[in-house]
């Protein structure tokens, strides 16, 4: 099984950048491919924001990116702005379990 | 147009057995590569992945609830529906639950989620 670290809370200033990482640990991550991040704002359906490491599903801002290095994940919001102010998942598929786990979540703020 | 939508109780009984149907749209499930999730979300916490079928009938669970869970596809329907029965809820299974769209390694579009309230 795996497991999906995040940082609890993020925050920055409007027009800023920040970075959420997302470290993956665990028996069955494989060769972490299939990350993917969503965004959720209060009461409402998570929305996929990037797919495998970094790639954007169509409508998405060019200001969300996505990256990996090794085991760590990470989503990068450029020119932060008030209505990214939201709670952001990582999630990582593994095709050899064929099983998706979510991380626990960070709460984006924006100053 | 790919949607979702979830239906059933609001409200189930501890230690009965709540059953969730995904009814859904603009795909089909006999589509290979595709697959329908549910994901719950307790008040205030953290997604969790519950479980996944694939278009070829293959089935996913997560490891924790995998004693509880089943997910099936429903045939009898005019409209294509996937259906969640988890077994002996407790107050600790509050949550929303989400139908959601798999395509390959990510969750592409989710249902508006259905809040189940277990309680005596």
């Known amino acids: 099984q795996s497991a999906l670290t995040q940082p609890a809370s993020v925050s920055g200033s409007p027009g800023q950048s920040i970075t959420i990482s997302c470290t993956a640990t665990g028996s069955d991550i494989g060769d972490y491919k299939y990350v993917s991040w969503y965004q959720q704002h209060p009461g409402k359906a998570p929305k996929l924001m990037i797919y495998?490491?970094?790639n954007r599903p169509s409508g998405i801002s060019d200001r969300f990116s996505g990256s990996k290095s090794g085991n760590t994940a990470s989503l990068t919001i450029s020119g932060l702005q008030a209505e990214d102010e939201a709670d952001y998942y990582c999630s990582s598929y593994t095709s050899i379990s064929r099983r998706f786990v979510f991380g626990m979540g960070t709460k984006v703020t924006v100053l | 147009q790919i949607t979702l939508k979830e239906s059933g109780p609001t409200v189930v009984k501890p230690t009965q057995t709540l059953t969730l149907t995904c009814s859904f749209s603009g795909f089909s499930l006999s589509t290979t590569g595709l697959g329908v999730a549910w994901v719950r979300q307790p008040p205030g916490k953290a997604l969790e992945w519950l479980a996944l079928l694939y278009w070829n009938g293959d089935r996913r669970y997560s490891p924790c609830l995998e004693s509880r869970l089943t997910i099936t596809r429903d045939t009898s329907t005019p409209t294509d529906q996937v259906v969640l029965t988890m077994t002996d809820m407790d107050p600790v299974d509050t949550a929303t639950y989400y139908c959601?769209?798999?395509?390959?390694?990510?969750?592409?579009?989710w249902g508006q989620g259905i809040l189940v309230t277990v309680s005596s």
């Open positions: 495998e490491v970094s």
């Open positions: 959601v769209y798999r395509k390959l390694g990510a969750l592409d579009y």
